[in-house]
């Protein structure tokens, strides 16, 4: 069973567009919401993470929104460049440290 | 400070037999999480350690077993080896405790099954 659902698998976006990732998870428990960014060869990377106790997070040009009541969380990367191209998963986690993740998102940023 | 690391990175192994793959973590960081990640079946969980003891672990035969180390560092083995077994070997640590904190990825080891 799929504990973080994702989508969509994969993403064509204009330079200087506005790419967006959903996630939706049924867990009420999971306390802990990150996104992650992997290049082709590299380990996942921590892009930016939020907690259900607030509903928005901005980091640059990353920025997550929230829906508790919903369960669901989302990833916008306004102002999307070429080096933003990367595969993308969000996870989930509860207490006890146990992480969840969606099954990922291929962007494709076209100059 | 120095990221996660992960030995080797590379590794060729012939069905049938075993493997060790390594993971040193963040310096401070007590736990330590090892995931598959396959182009199918993404980023699976195989099992976290927190202060040398197992605290989770995800749905993996019993040929996938790991330990963790008084200064935190940790092993993850393999036996009998399958052709299925190909994949990315991921170690990630976080500080540890209850609550859930950032978590860190190592490069990964790329195993490959002949």
């Known amino acids: 069973q799929q504990q973080v659902k994702q989508s969509p698998q994969s993403l064509i976006v204009q330079k200087g567009g506005i790419s967006i990732i959903n996630c939706a998870y049924e867990n009420t428990a999971f306390d802990y919401f990150p996104w992650y960014q992997q290049f082709p060869g590299k380990g996942p990377a921590l892009l930016i993470a939020i907690r259900p106790d607030v509903s928005e997070k901005k980091e640059g040009r990353f920025t997550i929104s929230f829906n508790k009541s919903a369960k669901q969380f989302s990833l916008h990367i306004m102002d999307s460049q070429p080096g933003d191209s990367a595969t993308y998963f969000c996870?989930?986690?509860?207490?006890?440290?146990?992480?969840?993740f969606g099954t990922g998102t291929s962007l494709t940023v076209i100059p | 400070k120095a990221g996660v690391t992960q030995t080797p990175r590379y590794l060729i192994k012939t069905r049938g037999q075993q493997v060790t793959l390594s993971c040193s973590p963040i310096?401070?960081?007590?736990?330590v999480s090892w995931y598959q990640q396959t182009p199918g079946q993404g980023l699976q969980f195989l099992f976290e350690?927190?202060?040398?003891?197992?605290?989770n672990k995800g749905n993996f035969p019993g040929r996938f077993s790991g330990r963790q180390f008084s200064n935190s560092r940790s092993e993850m083995n393999v036996s009998t080896l399958e052709l299925g077994d190909s994949a990315l070997y991921l170690c990630a640590s976080t500080l540890g405790g209850n609550s859930p904190y950032e978590q860190y990825f190592g490069p990964g080891t790329r195993l490959t099954v002949t």
């Open positions: 996870a989930a986690s509860r207490p006890g440290n146990q992480f969840y």
């Open positions: 310096s401070g960081h007590r736990s």
């Open positions: 350690y927190f202060s040398e003891t197992q605290r």
